[in-house]
């Protein structure tokens, strides 16, 4: 049996909130982020749940956008769940800690 955790290290070349709005659209097309921790600006780590299928699109879509480490081919039809820790690195960063809080 495969361990059901993946983890994953990608690197974005933008800054934090203008990458995450689109790294968040790739990933809603194939799975659902269901925690995320937030370390600055200039990382952050999130906590990705989505069918095994599914895995090889999502790295790939999200590889035609961030710079990601090597996948290892899992070539499976599976629907079996399957979460991915995905930790991403943001090259302009400066280290602040700020946590935009929409007005409700």
Avoid: C
């Avoid at 659902?32 to 906590?47: A, G």
């Avoid at 095994?52 to 081919?73: A, C, F, H």
């Avoid at 629907?79 to 302009?92: A, D, Q, V, Y």
């Amino acid at each position: 049996m495969t361990n059901k955790f993946i983890f994953w290290k990608g690197y974005s070349k933008e800054s934090k909130y203008t990458a995450l709005d689109k790294i968040n659209e790739i990933i809603n097309n194939s799975g659902d982020v269901v925690d995320v921790k937030q370390f600055s600006d200039i990382s952050i780590s999130l906590k990705i749940e989505l069918e095994e299928q599914k895995i090889e699109k999502l790295y790939s879509d999200l590889q035609n956008y961030i710079e990601m480490d090597e996948l290892d081919n899992l070539e499976s039809s599976s629907i079996r769940e399957r979460i991915i820790f995905l930790n991403i690195s943001f090259s302009l960063g400066k280290g602040n800690l700020e946590v935009a809080v929409p007005y409700v």
